[in-house]
């Protein structure tokens, strides 16, 4: 539990999710905006935990179904609501509805990834709806497909189908404009290049709003803004509802994202190296901001969502004041463990240390005894490339004027190290092992020494063998804490109190 507790004038910012997505589009909203409001993502019928529940007939079923949900959910509290893409049409019905009723209004609406409604064709047929291809083909032009996805047919073809019903209900939602003004301020949020929104004026949401509005836009490119840079939606939400900036997210924070851009490297886009490991031979920006490559040049292979999670993750523990430093084992060219520096230098920090443990020569071979599918994966055959010096990941460090002494070296494979390594209480403890004897020997020597309300993140948590080995760990020393997701890779739990 956090120390942050919710209260009664604390306001609830219920998160719809865009056509085909669950409420974890909105998760990572939750830590960023933490200090400030309640986030409560919806989850539609159909979808996510309501996979058992009918889907909707109608855009209008969808909305009132919401508004049940926020004036259930809101029980008297200040509310505002956002929804992204077809979730902001239907977050807008949805305000309508509880206006009808006689509801205590929004704070705000925030529509975000969505043309206004005198842009949508109404009165569509479904047999002029879009086919499964057709839908398939438009997501692959958006980036729209999930990237744990991306490569099971059949998986793209049922979240296709799920777009695709979502789209009828669009094609056959007719607008009808409103006989008063909505009864709370809206602002739009516009992405610098989303195919969707391009060449529709935002401005023309005044008309269903019929009062004028603020048009925000959010520098990050894309449809699907709101998921691939939440940190910088939540920016703008945060000034929008004239909530103040998250603790280091003034100057610092800007120089921690363009300092993501520069690890990951997805400004000088350099290519992946092949590898049946890695996701395509040309330079992608959906995979490397997802983690899913082997970049030839960039420090880090984790993408950006997972290295928001590492900065979420430090936050916290900062704002709460758990005790301890921060340690990732396996490193491979430092780009996680200078970014978690970085985190630390941007807050002023001086009295936390950064453990840097790896063998700094790849993989080890498996030997008797080791857990069968170490043995399969065969990883170690990838050293010449995985295996990165101590002296390099020192100078990748000096690079990025973050090597001094907070930053400490544990050089050897983790049987050897860890049981002895001089770390006294953790904070933060980051596994990137990619095997079930490595992250079972990080858990069992450093688990023990991390705080209470501290943070635990497998990198790989969607390879069997890492997920086994976090099973049984767990299920030795009976942990119950919740995992959370992170990006259909990665994945989390914070210690409880």
């Not at 939400?237 to 490297?265: C, H, I, M, Q």
């Not at 886009?269 to 920006?285: C, F, K, L, N, T």
């Not at 002895?420 to 990137?432: N, S, W």
Request: contains cysteine; proline residues 8%.
């Amino acid at each position: 539990m956090s120390s942050v507790q919710m209260s009664s004038t604390m306001p609830v910012l219920f998160c719809v999710p865009h056509a085909g997505g669950t409420a974890s589009s909105f998760a990572a909203w939750r830590d960023l905006l933490h200090d400030c409001a309640e986030v409560r993502p919806i989850e539609l019928a159909g979808k996510g935990a309501r996979t058992r529940e009918r889907p909707y007939a109608s855009l209008h079923d969808a909305a009132t179904d919401v508004a049940d949900i926020v004036q259930e959910g809101a029980a008297g509290r200040p509310w505002a609501i956002i929804g992204h893409s077809l979730g902001a049409l239907i977050a807008y019905e949805a305000v309508r509805v509880l206006a009808d009723r006689g509801q205590p209004p929004a704070q705000r609406l925030v529509v975000s990834g969505c043309p206004a409604p005198r842009h949508r064709p109404g009165a569509r047929s479904n047999d002029e709806a879009q086919d499964e291809e057709e839908v398939t083909r438009l997501l692959q032009r958006l980036d729209g497909i999930p990237s744990e996805i991306s490569d099971d047919p059949e998986a793209v073809s049922y979240f296709a189908g799920l777009v695709r019903h979502d789209g009828r209900l669009l094609s056959e939602y007719t607008h009808v404009p409103p006989a008063a003004p909505l009864p709370c301020p809206v602002t739009v949020l516009v992405s610098t290049e989303d195919p969707i929104t391009s060449g529709k004026d935002p401005a023309d949401w005044e008309l269903a709003a019929a009062r004028p509005v603020r048009i925000r836009q959010v520098a990050e490119p894309g449809h699907f803004f709101p998921v691939s840079n939440p940190r910088q939606c939540a920016r703008v939400v945060r000034d929008e509802f004239g909530w103040p900036p998250a603790p280091g997210d003034t100057g610092s924070g800007l120089y921690l994202d363009l300092l993501k851009r520069t690890l990951t490297n997805v400004i000088y886009e350099d290519p992946p190296v092949p590898s049946e490991w890695s996701h395509g031979r040309a330079y992608d920006r959906v995979n490397r901001v997802a983690g899913l490559d082997w970049p030839s040049r960039a420090h880090t292979m984790v993408g950006m969502r997972r290295l928001d999670n590492v900065q979420a993750c430090i936050e916290r523990v900062l704002r709460d004041e758990v005790p301890g430093d921060l340690i990732e084992t396996g490193v491979w060219r430092g780009g996680t463990t200078i970014f978690m520096r970085a985190v630390l230098a941007a807050w002023g920090v001086r009295d936390r240390m950064v453990w840097v443990a790896d063998s700094f020569q790849g993989m080890p071979e498996p030997k008797p005894g080791s857990h069968r599918e170490d043995a399969r994966l065969n990883t170690h055959t990838f050293n010449d490339f995985i295996g990165v010096p101590l002296d390099t990941v020192k100078r990748n460090f000096t690079a990025y004027g973050l090597l001094d002494e907070q930053v400490r070296f544990l050089p050897g494979w983790f049987n050897d190290t860890l049981p002895a390594a001089p770390v006294e209480r953790l904070a933060v403890l980051r596994l990137d092992a990619d095997l079930y004897d490595s992250t079972m020997d990080a858990l069992t020597h450093l688990y023990p020494k991390l705080s209470p309300g501290g943070f635990v993140i497998i990198d790989d948590y969607f390879l069997a063998v890492c997920r086994d080995a976090v099973y049984d760990f767990r299920r030795r020393h009976g942990i119950d804490d919740e995992i959370r997701d992170i990006d259909g890779y990665g994945a989390f739990w914070r210690r409880g109190y």
